[in-house]
């Protein structure tokens, strides 16, 4: 049965978004995704015609898709702690992956070698991820100002994904779980 386009151009989304969380954004290249997909270089080019619109439209995905999910998270429950521990596995689940990482978090790493397309992307990502902490954040902590609530939800952001590169660079997901207990015991997340 032949793939449609659309097809096609999951395949090398699905394949690129591999590659970025296993290697990173400097590792994508159109000739090995075709080779992996099984088509031409030519057609990738065709779905995206740069690099640079490839890595946007992951990160763009990437973040829909958390968003999506976070979203149901915050339906679901009330309870912060729930919420918390939800989303700390998110991270978790990516280094259970064969040793991934969070795809907008490798691509932060190697900012200064992304397309502006693809930068402003990965801070929509992080806008979005330090919205939905302050709104958990909000339903333990009521009576904290707005702005308290986004500089905590900040360095709520910035320690788990640092908590997962620090594993991932360890090769060690105990890692991980030993630091989110900790920020748990230290109150850092609720």
């Not at 096609?8 to 995704?33: C, D, I, K, P, W």
């Not at 030519?42 to 976070?70: I, N, Q, W």
Request: glycine letters at 6%.
């Amino acid at each position: 049965m032949a793939r449609t386009k659309t097809d096609m151009r999951e395949a090398v989304m699905t394949a690129a978004r591999t590659t970025v969380q296993s290697h990173g954004y400097n590792a994508l290249s159109f000739r090995e995704l075709a080779k992996e997909v099984g088509i031409k270089s030519a057609s990738v080019h065709y779905h995206f015609p740069t690099k640079g619109d490839l890595g946007a439209a992951l990160a763009r995905r990437y973040t829909e898709e958390g968003a999506a999910y976070l979203a149901e998270l915050l339906a679901t429950s009330e309870d912060a702690t729930w919420c918390m521990d939800k989303y700390t596995e998110i991270f978790r689940s990516a280094l259970a992956n064969d040793n991934r990482m969070c795809l907008c978090g490798i691509m932060s790493a190697e900012l200064d070698d992304l397309p502006v397309e693809v930068r402003a992307e990965v801070d929509k990502f992080a806008a979005m991820n330090v919205g939905w902490l302050a709104q958990v954040l909000s339903r333990a902590r009521s009576s904290v100002s707005e702005q308290d609530l986004q500089e905590h939800a900040m360095a709520i952001f910035s320690a788990i994904e640092g908590a997962q590169l620090v594993a991932r660079g360890c090769r060690d997901i105990g890692i991980y779980d030993r630091t989110i207990r900790a920020y748990r015991a230290t109150g850092l997340i609720p």
